[in-house]
């Protein structure tokens, strides 16, 4: 009944924010700065953003600087999939440029849509003809289309990988970091001709033994079947996915929120402060933040359930029992793929080691070709966007690729 409740109260407070809204706006006058008008105006205006979404934001890239020029991007799907699409950047304008190496970056399915590496996605524009993984909300997904387990992640994957073509380079950012060496290896057995020619790894779930946080601790303080019966529940009318057990993008946002709550309360207290004042600069990124922050995705429940069972409750990947489709999934086949792993000296959700533990895992990848690097002064998030991000990490990112193209 958890997700119908929410229906309900997500349904009986859409009027009244839709009132606060018009009304917001209709007050927002000229030259009214800290005026009661104003007042009334900001608050209606925090009020009708207190709100969650259920559709993906635009990735809104219409252009990227390469060099000095301003090059167009136009989006073109390439593959889609009923729980997923690939979806291709594509530089469209500006002067020729020289072929730039395909990547693929991988985009976690936790709670958020792929629009919230839309930083990472730009950065990685600038050097590289892109692609990323567009992950569907579970509940507009028929349950005519099954299931959707690691497996199938894992699958979408290696299908993606192979419409882009050999010579691909994939970047994955946290969750998704686990299946994505499990794709790489089982590629690199088969001897798949597109298996990728490197494989980033950004604060990643490899090994969660390694330096334990709170994340991992509350994973582990229940057994597998309490997440069942407590977080999972069926998608509600009218939506596609109807009947659909699912791990609602809703919990998950508010397990995120609840570990830093004050740090929330007080940025919508200073969108009101800045509203008031008129600083509309302020305002605005403090708004686009959390238009993209409270959209919320939700989970195949049997991808949720395998990814807290296998990843940080039993560790299979790290203790060598990691199955795809049977087969065990064995790390050490991967000779002809380079390798980086990325860690951020203060994330709190991933923290230090774990990530690096691909490194021992893939033992056969050439010590000229395994890079690693921890970057001091961030926390999980300034691993993949920010200032760091822009000006410490990428270079070594986009350095590795250059270095490592088929």
Same mark, same amino acid.
Request: hydrophobic share 40%; aromatic share 10%.
């Given at each position: 009944? @958890? ?10 407070m859409s009027p009244f924010r839709l009132m606060a809204q018009s009304l917001g706006s209709s007050l927002?006058? $000229? ?6 008008v104003r007042r009334v105006a900001a608050a209606c205006d925090v009020f009708s953003r207190l709100r ?38 594509? $530089?469209? +304008? ?21 629009? @919230? ?30 299931? *959707? ?10 299908? &993606? ?37 490197? @494989? ?29 019966? =407590? ?18 993008? &809703?919990?998950?946002?508010?397990? *995120? ?10 940025? &919508? ?11 509309? +600069? ?5 708004? =686009? ?7 919320? =995705? ?6 949720? @359930? ?18 795809? $489709?049977?087969?065990?999934? =064995? ?28 490194? +021992? ?18 926390g999980h998030y300034g691993v993949f966007s920010g200032k760091k991000w822009n000006q410490q990490i ?13």
């Amino acid at each position: 009944m @958890l997700y119908q409740a929410y229906q309900l109260q997500s349904d009986l407070m859409s009027p009244f924010r839709l009132m606060a809204q018009s009304l917001g706006s209709s007050l927002w006058f $000229k030259d009214t700065e800290n005026s009661p008008v104003r007042r009334v105006a900001a608050a209606c205006d925090v009020f009708s953003r207190l709100r969650l979404t259920h559709s993906r934001p635009g990735y809104g890239i219409a252009s990227v600087h390469v060099g000095e020029n301003e090059i167009g991007i136009t989006e073109e799907v390439v593959l889609s999939q009923p729980f997923g699409t690939l979806i291709h950047f594509k $530089k469209t +304008d500006g002067p020729a440029q020289g072929p730039q190496p395909p990547v693929l970056l991988v985009a976690p399915l936790s709670g958020h849509f792929a629009t @919230l590496l839309r930083e990472t996605l730009r950065t990685l524009l600038q050097d590289h003809d892109v692609y990323i993984t567009d992950w569907h909300n579970a509940r507009d997904v028929s349950l005519s289309h099954g299931a *959707f387990a690691l497996d199938d992640y894992a699958e979408h994957m290696i299908r &993606f990988i192979e419409a882009i073509g050999p010579g691909v380079h994939v970047v994955a950012v946290c969750q998704p970091c686990v299946a994505a060496l499990a794709a790489t290896a089982i590629m690199a057995e088969d001897d798949n001709p597109c298996q990728p020619s490197s @494989l980033t790894l950004m604060a990643g779930p490899v090994d969660c033994r390694v330096n334990p946080t709170g994340v991992n601790t509350l994973a582990i303080s229940k057994p597998i079947e309490w997440f069942e019966k =407590n977080l999972i529940s069926h998608v509600p009318m009218p939506h596609k996915g109807f009947m659909r057990r699912v791990y609602p993008g &809703f919990i998950q946002l508010t397990a *995120f929120i609840s570990m830093n709550p004050e740090r929330h309360k007080q940025q &919508f207290k200073d969108m009101y402060k800045y509203l008031l004042e008129g600083d509309l +600069d302020k305002a605005n990124t403090i708004r =686009n933040f959390y238009d993209e922050y409270l959209a919320v =995705n939700d989970l195949p429940a049997e991808f949720y @359930l395998e990814t807290v069972a296998k990843v940080f409750q039993t560790y299979d990947l790290p203790r060598g029992v990691l199955t795809y $489709k049977g087969r065990t999934v =064995n790390p050490a086949a991967i000779r002809r793929t380079a390798l980086m792993t990325v860690e951020g000296e203060r994330d709190d959700i991933c923290s230090v080691g774990q990530t690096m533990a691909a490194q +021992d895992l893939a033992t056969n990848v050439r010590p000229s070709q395994r890079t690693h690097h921890i970057q001091t002064g961030v926390g999980h998030y300034g691993v993949f966007s920010g200032k760091k991000w822009n000006q410490q990490i990428y270079p070594r990112v986009r350095d590795m690729i250059y270095a490592n193209q088929a």
